[in-house]
């Protein structure tokens, strides 16, 4: 496809940060596995989903960072803003070839003692991703006594076919910071990010509370800031707000019933009585 004029002539170079839209295919016996997409239509084709916290749509990139192998993020450099190129890597350009050196045989018991197999939901099968001695691999073969795991790259070997588009530059400071917090940790959308002077203020949400790679992530995106925007200071607010126990609801008075209208009266009822007149006799008392 023949690359398109940038819209505003930006011409991307290695440490831009970007907002990039792509879909990466790796082929083996000319059938295609998708490696990564930005577009929804394209992952449920394929039966992906999206990563936790990273929606669809164009993505922040760091050209010439590790977002993808070395040979494919060198030739992001030099496209423009609106560009959209499709292209071809050889494995050597891509993952790599396969080095049947990094393929390891391990007894089970050796396997057993890791600490990922000694969780209650631990579960070794082919394809199952351990980590032994700092390096990822999967698991390959599987008997009774022996565990051979390989530790090339996923999609070493393989021919990558790859389109891309860069959208945008990420010029405004704040919107780098969250861009980082994106690649570096995710659920960017969930961080409240201001700016001043050369001061950066992160209000984090309430899951980072509670979760352990947040630690790491944190260090990561300090590192990156300050490689990248050189702020004086870069500030994480986490807050913790007192919960208020709930008064119950007033319940809703009763009304009363209006009162039963008394029966009419007759005329003779409603005629006053009359008192005893004064000069009226007294029943004689007749004593014997």
């Known amino acids: 496809m023949t690359p398109k004029e940038g819209a505003d002539g930006h011409v991307t170079q290695s440490g831009d ?10 082929e083996l016996a000319g059938k295609p596995d998708l490696v990564d997409t930005t577009h929804e239509e394209v992952a449920q084709g394929a039966g992906a989903k999206a990563p936790p916290g990273r929606p669809w749509g164009p993505r922040p990139h760091l050209i010439g960072g590790d977002g993808f192998p070395s040979g494919i993020e060198n030739s992001l450099v030099g ?5 959209e190129v499709e292209r071809e890597y050889a494995p050597a350009d891509a993952f790599g070839e396969r080095d049947p050196n990094l393929i390891e045989l391990f007894t089970m018991h050796e396997i057993e003692r890791l600490p990922e197999m000694r969780r209650e939901d631990a579960h070794l099968d082919l394809g199952t991703v351990l980590t032994i001695n700092g390096r990822r691999g999967r698991v390959v073969t599987l008997t009774a006594a022996r ?6 790259p996923p999609y070493a070997g393989r021919k990558v076919r790859a389109k891309f588009r860069v959208v945008e530059k990420i010029a405004e400071p704040a919107e780098q910071l969250r861009a980082i917090v994106e690649l570096q940790y995710g659920f960017a959308s969930e961080f409240q990010v201001e700016h001043h002077q050369k001061t950066f203020t992160l209000r984090v949400p309430d899951r980072t509370k509670f979760d352990p790679y947040w630690v790491a992530a944190k260090a990561r995106i300090v590192e990156r800031a300050r490689a990248q925007l050189h702020p004086e200071a870069v500030r994480f607010v986490e807050e913790w707000v007192t919960p208020t126990e709930a008064k119950p609801a007033a319940e809703p008075k009763k009304s009363t019933p209006p009162a039963e209208e008394e029966p009419a009266a007759t005329s003779a009822s409603k005629a006053p009585k009359r008192a005893a007149a004064k000069d009226e006799p007294k029943a004689a008392s007749h004593e014997h």
């Open 17 to 26: 940060l970007v907002r990039l839209e792509y879909d990466v295919w790796a």
């Open 79 to 83: 496209l423009k803003v609106g560009d």
């Open 147 to 152: 565990v051979r795991v390989d530790f090339n």
